[in-house]
């Protein structure tokens, strides 16, 4: 066995081989990969193999046809068979909102360059006549994916991986990893030890143990999972193709001819947690015992949806585990204050989404960059919330949930209420209807006395709409009020404060006593951040963003790199606040505080430390509705009190409450963008508008050079906020924007305008036709609507309320 090697590989199942791969395709010759059994012998040996591009997140889809489209590319290089059976797939309605849910995979796949059509349930029975159709309503046909063999698959990543100069070592394993000075690691094994520059975590059932090697506890666990193998179906002979892969919704249900019989799967409501605490050291290319009895009433679902599959019998049950995070997507990339430990677990579908991993690590490994964004997978977007009692409520759900569809403007209750703020009985107490954010519940809108303060989950508008209209007039007309402590907070002090502030930040930094929007990018040039930024003193700063990038931010600060005279915190559980919005919330705050609030005396951005009634209390002129608006900040101690102050100050006024929902409407009403809807790592200062916030002219901070080339190249797309012509439902995002029959750009996010009575899309389209008045056609649940873009905010295009 080699002694160093540049970066270990821990774990030789299907996601181990693709992160070896391509990292040996990218010129890491000199990586080893640890297998501590036979390679696949976790849950990789024993899976489905089912591949497909569908997922709620656009880049994960595209992640997912990647990997697809590389199997061919890894059998003619490795000569090894991949065992690929791409016969494509089709997915079952039983009910209008899974129809609905079919209609908006295919309206998002255009523009992903994917082959979908929403077909009849008559055109479904000629790519699998073992339906029933009398079940099903409709279906979505798509071309990509099928099922491959899943030995072959790992076997041909790692032939590719070595003919690259890649080395693998079965029976070894990673017995502990001690790290040195430099942050390289010791890798210890019963053959010896490795010194290796970077380790990743691929060890898929195992990855909590190695995740405790270096002190860390990911929220990872393993579920039983059923599959049966049938013995010949007679309506299956003859047949010159394969039936597709099928998925039913209703049924929770998946289905895939195997030879001349079939390989039918369940995720049951209840399922079952395997190896809760650790998972045993021993367990090899073994199977777990079946449990038929708890099963059987899902599978009869399927014998009846597919009513040949219960006429003949079962030649074979499979029950093994695998693991999940809480939300069902993978954790990849680096793990904050761990230098050169990487991770690739809770992978659930390592054959569609395998490839995409081992390309997005590698990228990061070599270049510190993933080259797009995978926030939707990356292990930053959990918190110290993620802990294991949390975990351990939330994968079950996922579990049960894999094959019900999610509705946009669906809550899940598991592990719920886990963080609250002290205003958190009022605001139940006053309708509130909570969402979580990084584990804190937050009010999405409030339902009046005698409403249900609950929601009917649907692709439509629910009976939150007309709520949500008096939420958004009433801020405009009077004055709202607007929990803000969910976003995400940390302070920044120390005399070297600005000077670092200056270099990881692409804006000018404020000087004491203003507020200044804060774009951080990466050093490719793209938005990882879109914050805000106080400064109370020279040395001190609190800076503001998005609550669910809490991790991610902070671990973007730690990488950063502060000197010894700065120090980065995190402010998140020490800062909460209220957004205090529309044209009478002077007057109300006036009421509370002593300094002079007049419009030439705390202009716009100003930042005071003062008193709001008993607390003090940082106070902001700023908002995100558009009006004139205020924030207050205090520590948890205080909130309750001011609360209460604000109330009863505010009630003459006419104040409101407002959730999330309403302050989704009334910021795309002025157009502006919210950071990971519609400014992501996948995008420029040009393209989303924010370069009117970079200082060009500041000598060195991260981004700048390629935020210049960009500058002098020009922007390739733009954002805009387009008008979208009305119906029963907004956009949802990743709808495709179409322009004379072909995909030109995509929707990011949408919200109905209740002041300006529109439907509103936001997304990016090519830089020649982000122009006033271009037209769009978006298809939004099947039907056709004309998008119109709009360059100038469509509610108080001056600003003048704003500046008031
Ligand atoms: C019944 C069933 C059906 C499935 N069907 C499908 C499907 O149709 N499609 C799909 O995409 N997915 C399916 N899956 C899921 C799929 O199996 C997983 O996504 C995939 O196997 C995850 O691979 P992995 O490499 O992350 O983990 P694993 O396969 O668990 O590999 C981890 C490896 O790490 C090794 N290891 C652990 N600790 C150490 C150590 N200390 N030192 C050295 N080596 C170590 C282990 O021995 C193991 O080989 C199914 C799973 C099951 C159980």
């Known amino acids: 066995m080699k002694s160093s090697a540049r970066a270990v590989v821990i774990g030789g199942g299907v996601v181990g081989a693709s992160v070896l791969y391509h990292l040996a395709k990218i010129g890491w010759r000199d990586v080893l990969l640890l297998e501590k059994s036979e390679l696949t012998s976790g849950s990789t040996w024993h899976a489905a193999g089912g591949m497909h591009t569908f997922n709620g997140e656009a880049n994960i889809s595209r992640l997912q046809k990647y990997t697809i489209d590389l199997y061919r590319e890894i059998e003619a290089l490795s000569g090894q068979s991949c065992g690929l059976h791409p016969n494509g797939g089709l997915m079952l309605a039983a009910t209008p909102g899974e129809l609905d849910s079919l209609r908006l995979i295919c309206s998002r796949s255009r523009y992903l360059g994917m082959e979908t059509e929403m077909i009849s349930i008559e055109r479904a029975l000629d790519f699998n006549p073992l339906i029933d159709p009398g079940y099903f309503i409709g279906a979505l046909w798509r071309a990509d994916g099928g099922h491959c063999d899943p030995s072959g698959t790992t076997q041909a990543y790692i032939k590719a991986a070595r003919l690259l100069g890649a080395s693998v070592e079965r029976f070894t394993r990673v017995e502990s990893l001690l790290q040195r000075h430099d942050g390289s690691w010791d890798v210890a094994t019963p053959a010896g030890t490795v010194h290796a520059e970077h380790v990743i975590n691929c060890a898929g059932l195992w990855a909590r143990e190695v995740g405790r090697m270096v002190g860390i506890e990911l929220p990872v666990l393993a579920m039983e999972h059923h599959y049966l193998l049938t013995e010949d179906i007679p309506e299956l002979s003859g047949r010159e193709r394969e039936i597709v892969n099928t998925t039913d919704y209703a049924g929770e249900i998946y289905l895939r001819q195997e030879r001349r019989g079939a390989l039918i799967g369940t995720y049951e409501p209840n399922g ?101 964004d995978v926030i939707s997978m990356d292990v930053a977007r959990f918190g110290a919330f993620a802990t294991p009692r949390y975990t351990a409520l939330k994968v079950p759900e996922n579990y049960s949930r894999r094959f019900r569809l999610a509705y946009p403007n669906e809550e899940l209750p598991a592990a719920r209420p886990l963080r609250r703020s002290p205003v958190y009985d009022r605001l139940k107490a006053a309708g509130a209807v909570m969402g979580a954010n990084f584990g804190l519940e937050h009010a999405l809108w409030f339902a009046p006395a005698g409403m249900p303060p609950a929601e009917t989950p649907t692709y439509r508008r629910s009976e939150a709409f007309p709520v949500v209209r008096e939420e958004c007039q009433a801020v405009r ?60 003193a020279e040395d001190r700063f609190v800076i503001f963003g998005s609550g669910f990038a809490e991790e991610f931010h902070l671990r973007w600060f730690s990488l950063a790199g502060a000197p010894a005279d700065v120090h980065v915190r995190s402010a998140s559980s020490t800062l909460a606040g209220f957004a205090i919005a529309g044209p009478r919330s002077r007057e109300l705050l006036q009421r509370l505080t002593r300094i002079d609030l007049s419009a030439t005396a705390f202009r716009l951005f100003q930042v005071a430390e003062t008193a709001v009634g008993f607390a003090p209390a940082i106070l902001v002129r700023a908002g995100f509705t558009g009006e004139l608006g205020y924030e207050v900040w205090t520590t948890p101690d205080y909130l309750l009190t001011l609360y209460d102050e604000l109330w009863e100050a505010g009630r003459p006024l006419g ?33 989303t508008g924010l370069d009117r916030l970079v ?110």
């Not at 502006?672 to 200062?685: E, V």
């Not at 769009?776 to 709009?790: E, N, Q, S």
């Open 695 to 804: 200082d060009f002219d500041k000598p060195d901070f991260t981004g700048r050079a390629a935020a210049l080339a960009e500058r002098a190249a020009g922007a390739k797309r733009h954002f805009v906020v387009m008008e979208v012509a009305d119906a029963d439902a907004e956009v949802v995002g990743f709808e495709s924007l179409m322009k004379d029959g072909a995909a030109v750009g995509y929707v990011t996010s949408g919200a109905y305008g209740h002041c300006i009575g529109k439907s509103l899309a936001a997304g990016y389209v090519p830089t020649g036709l982000a122009r006033e008045g271009a037209r769009f056609d978006i298809d939004i649940l099947g039907t056709i609507r004309t998008a119109t873009v709009r360059l100038e905010p469509l509610y108080d295009r001056q600003g003048q309320r704003l500046r008031s």
């Open 272 to 372: 079952v947690v395997w190896a809760p605490l650790s998972t045993p050291d021993d367990f090899s290319m073994q199977l777990l015992p079946e449990d038929f009895e708890r099963l059987a009433p899902y599978f009869e679902v399927g014998f009846k949806h597919f009513p040949a599959l219960g006429r003949v019998g079962i030649r074979k049950a499979v029950n093994g585990p695998f693991t999940f995070a809480p939300d069902g997507n993978p954790l990849v990339g680096p793990v904050r204050g761990l230098r050169n430990y990487w991770v690739a677990c809770a992978v659930m579908a390592g054959f569609s989404q395998g490839g995409g991993i081992g390309l997005i690590l590698s990228r990061w490994m070599a270049e510190g960059d993933p080259g797009q």
């Open 655 to 687: 104040l409101t409450h407002f959730g999330a929902r309403a302050l989704s409407s009334l910021r795309l009403e002025k157009g502006y963008g919210s950071f990971n809807k519609d400014f992501r790592p996948d995008y420029t200062p040009g393209e």
């Open 477 to 536: 007309r009077a004055v709202g009020i607007y929990e803000t402590t969910n976003y995400g907070k940390y302070e920044v002090v120390g005399r070297g404060a600005r000077a670092w502030l200056d270099r990881v930040f692409a804006c000018r930094i404020p000087r004491p006593g203003r507020l200044g929007l804060a774009p951080m990018l990466s050093a490719a040039g793209r938005i990882v951040g879109d914050l805000s930024m106080a400064c109370l």
